[in-house]
C-alpha cells in the first residue's frame, strides 16, 4: 500500500483525533493537510504508518491549540465548538466513548484542559493508545504521561454531564421541541424544557447573536416563541439532524443556505440546555451560508423589504 492509500485509511480516525482535540472542523482539515504534507516528505519508513500519523496528528493539534488561547481569550460572546454532522471514525468496541467525546457538552470540558492533558486524554481514554504510542506523540515520558491522564480524568469527572441513554426518547422530545418552536407554541416549549434550561449563541461578533445566555424555561420558551414563527414567515426552515451526537438541528434560510445550528442536550426526559452556532465562520463545512443580517434586517423592519 502506498503512502496515500495509507493516508486515506486512516484518514477517519486522524480527523476524528484532531476534531476532538481542536473543537473545529477547519483546524481539524488544515492540521490533516500539514500531517499529509509531513507524510509525503518524510524520507524515511515508518514502522507504523498508524502510529507516525497519529502522532503527527496530535502535535500539529498541540501547536493549535498553543497558539488559539488567545484568540480564545478575545472571543466576541460566547465560544462554542464547530457543529459536526457526522463523525467519519467507527470503532464498534469504543462506541460510547466516541459518542461521549463528540457532544458539545463534553468538548467545551476539554477545554478546560491544557493542551498536553487533552492530547493524553483524547489519545488514551477515548481511542485506547497504549501508554508507549501516548508518551511518543506527545514527547513526554510514560510516567508524565499518566500523570497527565490522571489530571484529566479528574477534571472532565468533576464537570462530566450524564446523558440520557435512549436515542429514541431523545429523538421524540427534539420533534416536539422543534415543533412548538415552528409554531410559537410557549406552552409546548416549556413543557419540554427544564426549570433551569440555558440558551447560549455564537456568533463571534460575526452573526446576529444573543448578548447573554438566557435562563429558565419560561424565559427560554417565551423568546424562542416570539421570534421563530416570524422566522417561519420569512421561509427559514428548520432541518433535524444529530449533530455532535445529539439532537439537533441546521437551520436555513429561503434559498436554503445555513443559517445556524441548534444543538440540545437532553437529561430526564427534558431539555436541560440549547446551543446554536450562528458565526459563519464555523458553518461552512455545512454548505453555503446565509447572510444572517441582511436576514435579522428584514425580520426586524419587514416592510422595508
Not at 75 to 95: N, Q, S, T
Not at 222 to 232: E, G, H
Not at 276 to 304: C, T
Request: proline fraction near 5%.
Amino acid at each position: 500500500m502506498g503512502r496515500t492509500e495509507e493516508f486515506l485509511e486512516l484518514r477517519p480516525l486522524l480527523f476524528s483525533i484532531a476534531y476532538r482535540m481542536l473543537g473545529s472542523v477547519s483546524e481539524a482539515e488544515d492540521v490533516l493537510q500539514d500531517t499529509w504534507l509531513r507524510y509525503v516528505a518524510y524520507p524515511g519508513e515508518p514502522r507504523s504508518a498508524k502510529s507516525f500519523l497519529s502522532a503527527a496528528v496530535t502535535r500539529g493539534s498541540i501547536d493549535v491549540l498553543r497558539s488559539a488561547r488567545v484568540r480564545r481569550e478575545e472571543y466576541v460572546g460566547a465560544w462554542l465548538p464547530e457543529p459536526l454532522v457526522d463523525d467519519p471514525y467507527e470503532d464498534p468496541e469504543r462506541m460510547a466513548e466516541l459518542a461521549d467525546s463528540v457532544s458539545l457538552a463534553a468538548l467545551l470540558l476539554l477545554e478546560r484542559l491544557s493542551p498536553l492533558e487533552r492530547a493524553v486524554f483524547v489519545l488514551r481514554e477515548v481511542f485506547d493508545v497504549d501508554y508507549a504510542e501516548v508518551a511518543s506523540a506527545v514527547g513526554r515520558s510514560e510516567t508524565a504521561c499518566r500523570q497527565l491522564a490522571v489530571r484529566a480524568r479528574d477534571h472532565m469527572a468533576a464537570g462530566k454531564p450524564r446523558f440520557a441513554a435512549d436515542r429514541a426518547e431523545q429523538s421524540e422530545l427534539a420533534s416536539r421541541f422543534f415543533a412548538a418552536l415552528s409554531d410559537g407554541d410557549v406552552a409546548g416549549l416549556q413543557a419540554v424544557l427544564a426549570a433551569e434550561v440555558s440558551m447560549v449563541g455564537d456568533g463571534g461578533g460575526k452573526a446576529p447573536q444573543l448578548a447573554r445566555p438566557v435562563i429558565g424555561a419560561e424565559n427560554v420558551a417565551r423568546l424562542l416563541a416570539s421570534a421563530f414563527p416570524r422566522l417561519v414567515r420569512l421561509e427559514v426552515t428548520i432541518e433535524q439532524h444529530q449533530i455532535n451526537g445529539q439532537p439537533g438541528a441546521i437551520v436555513r434560510d429561503r434559498n436554503g443556505l445555513v443559517l445556524n445550528t441548534m444543538v440540545l442536550d437532553i437529561l430526564d426526559g427534558q431539555i436541560q440546555a440549547i446551543r446554536s452556532v450562528v458565526n459563519p465562520d464555523k458553518l461552512g463545512h455545512l454548505g453555503p451560508v446565509a447572510d444572517a443580517w441582511a436576514l435579522d434586517r428584514e425580520f426586524r423592519h419587514p416592510g422595508d423589504s
